[in-house]
């Protein structure tokens, strides 16, 4: 298996298998390898940790770093989880969400649009968060109060 984004190549195999990869490859231009997965330690590639498992496969997760810096910038760090992110029924707590429906200034939208393209970052690894964010992605063309709440809430 090789997947290749942009100039970061990521491939899997046998160990022979991959070499004679790697060695054409660098006949055909200039490249370098990287790390090879193991048991033993992560490996960054596009942003996420990769790891081998024991029956042949790879785990992929976020860096706990990556979350911690997304709810920063969202200004809710050290917030208390929410029980459920189910946004249907959701109180407002800032004057901003107490408008609910009054679409947001062009800042608040494109931060909205940025909190969004986050989690949307997240969601293939974090299939539990897939329904809330597919809801949220649907206002990213004219987001309200009632929408930013929403994405707080799956914060």
Same mark, same amino acid.
């Given at each position: ?44 590639? !596009? ?42 029924? !959701? ?12 679409? !947001?200034?062009?800042?608040r ?9 986050k989690?949307?970052f ?34």
């Open positions: 298996m090789l997947n290749i984004h942009v100039d970061d190549p990521l491939a899997g195999g046998t160990t022979g298998d991959l070499d004679e990869v790697f060695d054409e490859l660098q006949r055909r231009m200039i490249f370098k390898r990287g790390e090879t997965l193991t048991l033993e330690k992560d490996t960054k590639y !596009l942003g996420k940790l990769y790891r081998r498992v024991a029956k042949g496969g790879f785990s992929v997760r976020h860096p706990k770093e990556y979350y911690e810096r997304t709810l920063e910038w969202a200004g809710l760090k050290g917030c208390k989880p929410a029980r459920s992110r189910d946004t249907s029924n !959701l109180k407002p707590h800032t004057l901003e969400e107490k408008a609910r429906d009054v679409a !947001l200034d062009a800042d939208a494109t931060h909205y649009r940025q909190l969004v393209g989690l949307r997240v969601v293939l690894e974090r299939i539990d968060l897939g329904f809330e964010v597919q809801k949220a992605s649907r206002a990213l063309t004219t987001p309200c109060g009632r929408d930013m709440a929403g994405v707080r809430r799956i914060l």
